[in-house]
T-cell receptor
Framework: AQSVTQLGSHVSVSEGALVLLRCNYS??????LFWYVQYPNQGLQLLLK??????LVKGINGFEAEFKKSETSFHLTKPSAHMSDAAEYFCAVSGSGNQFYFGTGTSLTVIP | DAGVIQSPRHEVTEMGQEVTLRCKPI?????LFWYRQTMMRGLELLIYFNNNVPIDDSGMPEDRFSAKMPNASFSTLKIQPSEPRDSAVYFC?????????FGPGTRLTVL
């Protein structure tokens, strides 16, 4: 079975500060891991994905995430937050099945 | 490609009425998923299809909900009769090799 836990339903950072959104996964098989972003009144858009290649994955808009098997984590980071990064972020896991299991989401607020 | 297309984008209806949500997946994608998103429950998987066949409908909340996929390019999610607690944003997504592509969603309000 697969699941993800996102720590912190709301995160606030100052513009220019580091963004760190936490995701821990549970999977009985080697996982595929994803981060999606949802802007207001829009659907979910893929930021990046881990599919068992490089453990450090770079995505769009300057985001990256590192797969750490020992910590069962896949945290999302961005060195410098921009106002346009304000959105809802979802971590998801997919294993040997066909379903994606989404976390409950983290709302990111960027303070000017 | 135009991406996943959903219609209508907004739907306001009265309790007891039938509601039909529509989805056109990305061409060539063999999986289609229906999700519901609310503040209280987050993103919930309702049902998914593989090659037009329903695989898992365990997330469908009640018999009032039904979904069909008559062909590879079209799916519907129907609620009959609708209730105020069905108010939510409904997303359709299609999948290509370990990546899901989401539509813009249908915001349903049941009065």
């Amino acid at each position: 079975a697969q699941s993800v836990t996102q720590l912190g339903s709301h995160v606030s950072v100052s513009e220019g500060a580091l963004v760190l959104l936490r995701c821990n996964y549970s999977s009985s098989v080697p996982p595929y891991l994803f981060w999606y972003v949802q802007y207001p009144n829009q659907g979910l858009q893929l930021l990046l994905k881990y599919t068992s290649a490089a453990t450090l994955v770079k995505g769009i808009n300057g985001f990256e995430a590192e797969f750490k098997k020992s910590e069962t984590s896949f945290h999302l980071t961005k060195p410098s937050a921009h106002m346009s990064d304000a959105a809802e972020y979802f971590c998801a896991v997919s294993g040997s099945g066909n379903q994606f299991y989404f976390g409950t989401g983290t709302s990111l607020t960027v303070i000017p | 490609d135009a991406g996943v297309i959903q219609s209508p984008r907004h739907e306001v209806t009265e309790m007891g009425q039938e509601v039909t949500l529509r989805c056109k997946p990305i061409s060539g994608h063999d999986y289609l998923f229906w999700y519901r998103q609310t503040m209280m429950r987050g993103l919930e998987l309702l049902i998914y299809f593989n090659n037009n066949v329903p695989i898992d409908d365990s997330g469908m909340p009640e018999d009032r909900f039904s979904a069909k996929m008559p062909n590879a390019s079209f799916s519907t999610l129907k609620i009959q009769p609708s209730e105020p607690r069905d108010s939510a944003v409904y997303f359709c997504a299609s999948r290509s090799y370990n990546e899901q592509f989401f539509g813009p969603g249908t915001r349903l309000t049941v009065l």
